[in-house]
Each structure stands twice: as structure tokens, then as C-alpha cells.
């Protein structure tokens, strides 16, 4: 466990990103092993609507726990899992919650600031204390990839330095609660990119989506990780679909 997630953490360096390719089960954990993966992450979303449910929270904590530890056992690579907002508010119900995680052989989890189920983002204040309860349940080994939603919550055209200099707090806290890692999804403008790059504590993630500045520019721009999100899945179930609709005879 302490060695896979070691192996982990040394995959997280700035300006050469380890690339995450999103997965959502077992099957496509193996897939992306094949294709040459480094390690492994789940998207929440993809999870969810791979077992009917939408994002959230709405798939139920133990169905993600299950996914998890069969995702875990198929692969002999690190694993990290997209726990949401930890399926709770209070500090100790969320770190008692991503212990159980941990017990699947998750070496890490993103772990996001938005309000689940209610609008905005917690206080800083507030998050970094969840954070600290999950090290406090997890011990050292266990990669916390600290989400925040500022630009995900806001228009792009909206991103700006104050919006930089929000998120550079938000880093500098949960680096002192113990996270692991800053991921900042939604955020693509290069030269604030940059910025969070230069001033965070921690190695920062991008998220790639269509229309995104490419790997290399971000690698540039110093980023230590590029995940997918949901979109492996997307374009995963737009190819099912395309075949099922020319097997079918419907219309593409």
C-alpha cells in the first residue's frame, strides 16, 4: 500500500504531468492499464451513470466503496478514487467515510470543496478542517487531491486574478491540513493557470475537456496532473451508441 502510493506521488511532477485517463469500472480500469497507464482514477460522474445514478452523491456510499475495491484488485497500479465531497459534512463522518475508502486499497481521492447537494462551496475554514479529519483517519500514505470549485462554479469569461487569489488561499490551507494535491477543473486560461502553478504549495490538476488548451501547453504552464473527468465515458457511450444504432438500424 505505502509503496503504490509512493509511486504515486512521485508520478505528480510539475511541468512533465502524469496523464489520467478517467475510468468508471473494473473493465475499463484493465483497459486503461493496457493502453499503458501509469495509474488509475475513477470520474464520479462516470461512476454514477455507469450504475444508473446521476452525479452527486446519488450513487449510494456502499455501490462506490464495492466499485472501488473490484477497480482496485483488477489492477496492479495505484488507484485513486473521486469520493466527492466524502458522502458527509462533519470532519469526523467524512474521515470515518474515506477510511472505509482507504480500506479498499485506494491510495488517494479527490475530495471537492463544493456544497453537495446545496449551492456554493464551503468555507475555507470549514474544508480544511475535513481535510485534516480525513489524514487524521487515513494516516500519511493516502494521496488527498483537494478539489475546489471556484472556476468549475463560474463562467469562464468570469475567471480573473481575484478568482486566482481565492484558490491560492483555499491551496495554502488544505496544504497545511495535509492535502496531497490541488486540482483546480473548469480553469483553462494559461496565464492564471500559471499563476496557481507558480504560487501553490501543491502539485496542481487539470482537468482536459474539449476546446481545452492542449497537454503540452498546461504542461508548460507547470501543472503536475491532467485528468479527464467524465469525458472518457462520454465518448466511450457515444461509440456504444453509434454501433447500436447501426446494428439496430435506427438513426445516427
Known sequence: MTARFDRFAALHVSGDPMILFNIWDAGSAKVAAQAGARAIATGSASVAV??????????????????????????????????????????????????????????????????????????????????????????????????????????????????????????????????NGFFVPGLADLDLLKRVCWESPLPVNFMAFPGAPDSASVAKAGVARISHGPFPHRLAMKAFEDAARATLGGEA
Open 50 to 179: 455507469a450504475n444508473g445514478f446521476l452525479d452527486a452523491e446519488e450513487l449510494p456510499i456502499d455501490l462506490a466503496l464495492a466499485n472501488a475495491e473490484r477497480i482496485v484488485r483488477a489492477v496492479d497500479l495505484p488507484v485513486t478514487i473521486d469520493f466527492e465531497g466524502g458522502y458527509a459534512v462533519d470532519p469526523e463522518a467524512v474521515g470515518r467515510n474515506v477510511a472505509r475508502l482507504a480500506a479498499t486499497g485506494a491510495i488517494g481521492c479527490n475530495f471537492e470543496d463544493q456544497v453537495i447537494g446545496g449551492s456554493g462551496i464551503h468555507d475555507v475554514a470549514v474544508q480544511a478542517a475535513r481535510i485534516a479529519a480525513i489524514r487524521a483517519a487515513t494516516g500519511p500514505a493516502f494521496f488527498i487531491n483537494a478539489r475546489t470549485d471556484i472556476f468549475l462554479q463560474a463562467k469562464a469569461d468570469t475567471h480573473d486574478e481575484a478568482k486566482v487569489d481565492a484558490a491560492i488561499e483555499r491551496a495554502h490551507a488544505y496544504a497545511a491540513a495535509g492535502a
